[in-house]
Antibody
Framework: EVQLVESGGGLVQPGRSLRLSCATSGFTFSDSDVHWVRQAPGKGLEWVSG????????GYADSVKGRFTISRDNAENSLYLQMNSLRAEDTAVYYC???????????WGKGTTVIVSS | EIVLTQSPATLSLSPGERATLSCRASQSVSSYLAWYQHKPGQAPRLLIYDASNRATGIPPRFSGSGSGTDFTLTISSLEPEDFAVYYC??????????FGGGTKVEIK
């Protein structure tokens, strides 16, 4: 069974940092492009960042560019999101998701909640 | 940046009725568009990819159409489990993805 399990969320003060992890299993992670998507309270889905299978292509939403860094460890089958200079508007449920053979997000984790508040 | 605009924001319908959801792109995305269903507390679910192809396990009452800038998701006859929020998403500018603002399909 394909699984993605996010962790690392929590309550953090504005300006501080947090690192999210996504542990994967059940598929060949090293062959897969993966992404982070978030949903703020009462809002829709927002794509945050994506990384290709070999880390050769990386993209960020304008809202997080320069503050967030995506990375992966293919040996550990894991995806990461380093979030620095956190703001209240970064409060959201963060999902990791993998691309399928047709390049869309075919399997998602259940999410981890980040709350940025003093 | 490609912007996706979904309409209507909310659709109030009864089970058995037909739902028609729209997604408009600010510039052409060819057929690189997907639709997802999202229910509270659950992970989003891929329904349609490349504008008109059903994902694995998706029932035939879900269909997608369109290309370029105008796309439609149709649910031919709403089942109780179909009441949810639906999002379109483009991958034309990969690795930069974009989601639409969503359409909530609620029970009338």
């Amino acid at each position: 069974e394909v699984q993605l399990v996010e962790s690392g969320g929590g309550l953090v003060q504005p300006g501080r940092s947090l690192r999210l992890s996504c542990a994967t299993s059940g598929f060949t992670f090293s062959d897969s492009d993966v992404h982070w998507v978030r949903q703020a309270p009462g809002k829709g889905l927002e794509w945050v960042s994506g990384i290709s299978w070999n880390s050769g292509n990386i993209g960020y939403a304008d809202s997080v560019k320069g503050r967030f860094t995506i990375s992966r460890d293919n040996a550990e089958n894991s995806l990461y999101l380093q979030m620095n200079s956190l703001r209240a508007e970064d409060t959201a449920v963060y999902y990791c998701a993998k691309e399928g053979s047709r390049y869309y997000l075919d399997v998602w984790g259940k999410g981890t909640t980040v709350i940025v508040s003093s | 940046e490609i912007v996706l605009t979904q309409s209507p924001a909310t659709l109030s319908l009864s089970p058995g009725e037909r739902a028609t959801l729209s997604c408009r792109a600010s510039q052409s995305v060819s057929s690189y568009l997907a639709w997802y269903q999202h229910k509270p507390g659950q992970a989003p679910r891929l329904l349609i990819y490349d504008a008109s192809n059903r994902a694995t396990g998706i029932p035939p009452r879900f269909s997608g159409s369109g290309s370029g800038t105008d796309f439609t998701l149709t649910i031919s006859s709403l089942e109780p489990e179909d009441f949810a929020v639906y999002y379109c998403q483009q991958r034309s500018s990969w690795p930069l993805l974009t989601f639409g603002g969503g359409t909530k399909v609620e029970i009338k």
